[in-house]
C-alpha cells in the first residue's frame, strides 16, 4: 500500500498549502531551498550522499579545522532531509535520506552492535559501510577521528528517524520506515533507563573500543523520542513496542516539567535522578511544544525561553544570553506559529532574513562566537561547546521549516 500511493504523496506533498507567508518568510523559505537543492546536485553523482554540515566564513569551500571540514552532522543531514521534503524536492531528500537508511543498516562496527553515528565524511556515499568523519594529519602522518563524532547520541538517532518516517510518508517506500524502526528498536535496547522517572540516557561517547555511555538524561531528546516513538506507532511499524517506549519518554517529560515555574530544565545529571538545574537550554523549552497533543500547560515554557533566553531579536542557546543562537531563533519563530502566535513567529522571521550568507545557508550566530554552557564529552574539563559564525546546514533547514510552517515531529504544515 505504501508504495502503491508513492507517486500521489510526492504530488501531494510537493503542491501541499502553505501558510499565507510574509515576505520575510517568503525570502528564507525560497533562499533556504535554493541553497539545500544546489547543495545537493553539487554532491558527485546521484547515489547516497551527505552534506558537511558547515561553509567556510566566506561561505565558500569547507572550514578550515580538519575535523570540521568534511564533517557532515547526522543531525544536521536528517533537518536537511526533511527540509528539502517541505520544499518539495524529493529527489534531493532521498539522496540525504538513502545514506541516512544505509548508515543506520549497516555500520562498521557490525550487525551485533551497530549503530547510527554522530558524524559521517561528507560527499557521495560509495563506500560500505558508511563512513564515520575522519582525516588524515600530515604531522602525525596518520588518520584521526573525533570521539564526540563517531559516538552516538541517542537524540540525534531519534532525528535520523524522523528524517526517514517522513521520506517513507513521501514515497511510500517502507525501507524508510523499517530502517526508523531499526533506529527506534536500537534506543530501546541500548539506551533505556530506570533510575528516577525513567526514559533514556544520552548515548555513547568514543571509540568503539574505548566507548563509554553518557548516563545523564536529556530533555530535548525525549522531546524527539517521543515524536519518533509516536510515529512508529501509528504508521505500524515492525520490530518493537512503540506504544510502551512513547509512554516512557513522555513519562520523563511529565516529570521534569517544572509546572511551579513553567519552564523544562536541561534534563538529569549523569546520576539519572538529579535534575541539571545549572544550565538553560533554549530546545528544551521550544521542542515539547512541537508534540502532537503537548499540554497547553507547557506553552509557559515560551515565556520562560523569552525571559531567559531572549536577546537582541532572537534567543541565545542559554540563559547567559552572549549572543543570538540563529538555529535556536528559526525553532522558536515555528514554534511561536504552532501555538498560533504569528505575530511573534513573523517577527523572528523578519531578523532571521538577515542572517542569509553569501553562500546561501544561514550563519549559525550573529556573532563572532556563542557559547552553550555545555560540555562536548565526558573528557571535557570545561563547558567547550561553542558555534561560531559560520554559514550552517542546521541553522539553514530549520530557517525552512519555520518559514514553510512545517513540523517536523508531525510531518505536516501547522494548521492556518
Known sequence: MLAACAGLMIAGMMAAPSLAQSRPAALLAN??????????????????????SYDAPAGHGAPPEPAMATAAFTYDNALATIALLSCGKPAQAKRLGDAL??????????????????????????????????WWDSRQNRWLE???????????????????????????????????????????TH??????AGGFTGGIHGFDADSVPMLWKATEHHADLLALFGWLD?????????????????????????????????????DGVTVNEGNSGLDAQLWPL???????????????????????????????????????????????????????????????SGDISGGGYLWAVRGEKLSTGFAIGPDSTEADFFYHRQ???????WAVLAAKGWNPFTGRLVAP
Open 290 to 352: 512541537m508534540l502532537e497533543g503537548a499540554p497547553d500547560a507547557w506553552r509557559r515554557a515560551l515565556d520562560h525561553a523569552d525571559s531567559a533566553h531572549g536577546v537582541n531579536d532572537g534567543y541565545d542557546f542559554n540563559a547567559d544570553r552572549d549572543g543570538v543562537w540563529v538555529e535556536g531563533t528559526a525553532q522558536a519563530a515555528l514554534a511561536w506559529r504552532i501555538v498560533g502566535k504569528d505575530d511573534k513567529a513573523d517577527a523572528l522571521l523578519t531578523g532571521l
Open 391 to 397: 554559514p550552517h546546514l542546521g541553522a539553514t533547514a
Open 191 to 196: 539506551v533505556s533507563d530506570t533510575r528516577g
Open 101 to 134: 537508511l544505509l548508515a543506520a543498516t549497516a555500520d562498521r562496527a557490525g550487525p551485533e552492535q551497530g549503530r547510527l553515528r554522530n558524524t559521517y565524511r561528507a560527499g557521495p556515499q560509495q563506500e560500505r559501510p558508511i563512513p564515520p568523519n575522519g
Open 31 to 52: 533562499r533556504g531551498c535554493a541553497a539545500l537543492t544546489v547543495a545537493v546536485d553539487s554532491v558527485p553523482g546521484r547515489g547516497p550522499a551527505f552534506l558537511r
Open 146 to 188: 573525533d570521539a564526540y563524532q563517531v559516538g552516538t547520541a541517542t537524540g540525534n538517532v531519534a532525528w535520523a528517524g524522523l528524517a526517514l518516517l517522513t521520506l517513507a510518508e513521501a514515497t511510500g517506500e517502507a525501507r524508510y520506515r523499517d530502517a526508523a524502526a531499526g533506529l527506534g528498536a536500537w534506543i530501546v
Open 234 to 270: 501509528r504508521s505500524g511499524a515492525p520490530g518493537g513496542d512503540w506504544a510502551a517506549a512513547a509512554k516512557q519518554a513522555r513519562g520523563f517529560l511529565d516529570a521534569i516539567w517544572r509546572d511551579d515555574k513553567g519552564y523544562f530544565p536541561t534534563g538529569t545529571l549523569p
